[in-house]
């Protein structure tokens, strides 16, 4: 049971850092007047991992996915700003999943997730920049977030309603 | 399927834009944050350094070389007795970091601000 974790873990980290290889691909600050606006497909893999493995797994997959695309293509910067982000995110939506279903659905607990992400990058950028101008993209972030969480929570159900079909999950 | 929408998404939603906007409206009573001053210098010396606020409504007239409007957040040279007239051309200043130069008189229009501005991201 524990091997087929780690696996699974694996996986699940290996196709996040894909998703941020793929994402890179749709420069959304090119068209958006705000740098590091992003696509957010990477907070898809930590939903998934959130609804079928435990909150433990995901932090891992959290981790591990931040420290090895950001050796992969990014700096020290951009470490702290997704750590702070993904951890964040992380955190939001574990809380909002307890009372998915009741409350909300996916879409919400993504959406929060992705305003979280970016509340969590901006203030990373405040501390690191020791300036709070940073704060000034902080509107459009979150109100990009909405569109964004929406479209990664429909992603997420969408895989969630195919996996049913399959074994999956430790 | 677990996308159905529920309320719950919805005050999610609004809970998110009314953040945004609530930082937004922050932010612009704030005036971008920070003060503004702006300084006159002449001659390398500093004569006047007014801080500009909302209400500000002010003239400076260096002896009828160089008039300086301060208005609201704002400073431009209004006019100047120099052939070239490039300080006045400058138009109007709105931010910190910002100066209209008059070399003929050597007088210097410059904003700053108490927060070091951000001159590069990088990402």
Known sequence: ??????????LLTALAIVLSLVERLFPLDA????????????????????TRLTPRDAFVVVLCRVSISSLLMGSVTSFLFSLLGGLLALAVMCALLHVEGRFCSLLGVSVAGAAAHNIGQVIA?????????????????????????????????????????????? | ???????????????????????AAALALGQGGGQLYAEVWREDTLVERVQLTGETDRTIDLDGHNVIVLAGRTARMQSADCRD?????????????QAAVCLPNRVVLKLVGDTGEIDAIVS
């Open chain 2, 1 to 23: 399927m677990r996308s159905r929408i529920k309320w719950g998404d919805l005050v999610i939603i609004a809970a998110v834009l009314l953040l945004a906007a609530g930082v």
């Open chain 1, 125 to 170: 950028a405040v501390v690191w920049m020791q300036t709070g101008a940073v704060v000034a993209y902080l509107p459009l972030l979150l109100a990009l977030s909405v569109p964004l969480g929406l479209v990664t929570g429909l992603t997420c159900a969408i895989v969630l309603q195919h996996m049913k079909k399959i074994e999956f999950g430790a």
């Open chain 2, 85 to 97: 007239q490039v300080c006045v051309r400058t138009g109007t200043l709105t931010r910190a970091g």
């Open chain 1, 31 to 50: 068209v958006v007047p705000v740098p590091g606006a992003k696509l957010g497909l990477a907070n898809v893999v930590t939903l998934f991992a959130l």
């Open chain 1, 1 to 10: 049971m524990k091997a087929k974790k780690i696996t699974l873990c694996g």
